[in-house]
């Protein structure tokens, strides 16, 4: 499968934004998807995971109230809704294909297929 990640740029801190991943193929269904996102200097992080069927999220605990991820496998596109934008959000975000197990890991060497990275820069 091939990711294509959208939806990055420059917003003001407190605002929000809505990221896409989209992907090739006809069995996006079939992966458990993941989005990471790596701040500049920093390893790249978990920020969030969905299950095949969309049914089970999980989110960093830092993180949760403010992203919200989602797909629709009809449109073989996954979404991360991210609100209240703060600075240290600045980072290359990263749409990840995992095609083993039945759960989503933090590790990146565990997902398989990769997208481009869109970068989200905040300012204060």
């Known amino acids: 499968v091939q990711l294509q990640a959208s939806g990055g740029g420059l917003v003001q801190a407190a605002g929000s934004l809505r990221l896409s991943c989209a992907a090739s193929?006809?069995?996006?269904?079939?992966?458990?998807m993941g989005w990471f996102r790596q701040p500049p200097g920093q390893e790249r992080e978990l920020v969030s995971a969905i299950s095949r069927g969309g049914s089970i999220t999980y989110y960093v605990d830092s993180l949760k109230g403010r992203f919200t991820i989602s797909r629709d496998n009809a449109k073989n596109t996954m979404y991360l809704q991210i609100n209240s934008l703060k600075p240290e959000d600045t980072a290359v975000y990263y749409c990840?294909?995992?095609?083993?197990?039945?759960?989503?890991?933090?590790?990146?060497?565990?997902?398989?297929?990769w997208g481009q990275g869109t970068l989200v820069t905040v300012s204060s």
């Open positions: 193929g006809r069995t996006f269904s079939t992966y458990i």
């Open positions: 990840a294909a995992k095609s083993t197990g039945d759960v989503a890991s933090s590790q990146p060497a565990e997902y398989n297929y």
